[in-house]
């Protein structure tokens, strides 16, 4: 971090002894940029693990959240919150967790012809765990509990799945 910032400050006075005009502007941007590989650096060295999960969906379609990392093995409780403005038969949110290996476009088709339990086929065997389908300001807290292995979660309401989806690791 220390060193990142030197070599930023280093640079920067280079910048400076070039050329006259912008040398405020060249330093300042040169030290924020140190600054955040700094950050991005030690958040790849650990990737956050907790089986106390906080997701929230919004009115572009997406989850805040396209990574999630748990413990394999012990009960997660995950809270998704539907953070948009918009009504839930326009921009309905749930949060569905799949079985490894589902097809899931198949599935999506399949939860797109299941209106009548807010587009949850009820019958699956491909889901491990789902909120609600939720409207604005709404949330739902669950609990479940899987092996080690990499999931796939989507929102299954029509048109959805393309971009709200994302990866459970469980390690
Ligand atoms: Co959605």
């Known amino acids: 971090m220390r060193k990142l910032f030197l070599l930023g400050a280093f640079a920067s006075a280079l910048i400076i002894s070039s050329c006259g005009g912008d040398q405020k502007k060249s330093q300042n941007t040169d030290a924020a940029a140190g600054t955040r590989q700094a950050t991005s650096e030690s958040t790849d060295a650990a990737p956050v693990i907790s089986n106390t999960v906080v997701i929230t969906g919004n009115d572009q379609m997406r989850f ?10 012990e009960k997660v409780t995950l809270t998704f919150k539907n953070a948009g403005v918009l009504s839930k ?8 967790l799949l079985k490894p290996a ?4 198949a599935f999506a088709t ?16 491909a889901i491990i765990a789902h909120t609600k389908l939720l409207g604005p300001n709404e949330s739902d807290t669950i ?10 979660y989507i929102c299954s309401f ?13 390690e």
């Not at 589902?102 to 476009?105: I, K, L, N, P, S």
């Open 89 to 96: 038969e326009a921009m309905g949110h749930n949060w569905v």
């Open 143 to 152: 609990t479940f509990t899987v092996e080690k292995g990499e999931y796939e």
């Open 110 to 125: 399949e939860a797109m012809a299941s209106k009548a339990t807010e587009f949850i086929p009820t019958g699956s065997k």
């Open 158 to 170: 029509p048109g959805h799945y393309g971009i709200m989806r994302g990866k459970l690791i469980a």
């Open 102 to 105: 589902t097809d899931v476009a």
């Open 64 to 73: 805040d959240l396209d990574e999630i990392r748990v413990k394999a093995g």
